[in-house]
């Protein structure tokens, strides 16, 4: 995996990582362009959102672990449901999403979940 700068945002580099040929954008370097406080992690809990990822991942992974999928929409929206990319990604064997540690670290997604991530969060990103 490579890490490349694609795009500057109010001057906040925003990191991308191709793997197999396909790019997956740092939604962590998305959330420092934003201001104001939000976090992936609430992201991740709107219903709309994890049924985005669902239909994502029944279109491009054969191996979508669709029964922890129905657990996982089954609690999004609750206030004190919670939800971190690591998790998502063990629990559905998902390929959409991805958590990385060390140096260019943090939680990346495939351009087109980034796409989608950065509309919901401003307007600047469309």
Known sequence: ???KTILDVKGIAIGV????G???ISLTDMLKAKDG???IS???RNRNTIEF???WESVYNP???YGEFDI???NAGLNSYRLSVKEWVEKTNAIGLKATAGRYGGSFAHSDIAFEFGFQQSLKFT
């Open 22 to 24: 396909h790019k997956y």
């Open 42 to 44: 609430d992201w991740l």
């Open 72 to 74: 996982i929409k089954s």
């Open 37 to 39: 406080d939000y976090f």
């Open 53 to 55: 990822l669902g239909v």
């Open 1 to 3: 995996m490579s890490k």
């Open 63 to 65: 191996h979508f672990n």
């Open 17 to 20: 990582l191709d793997q197999n």
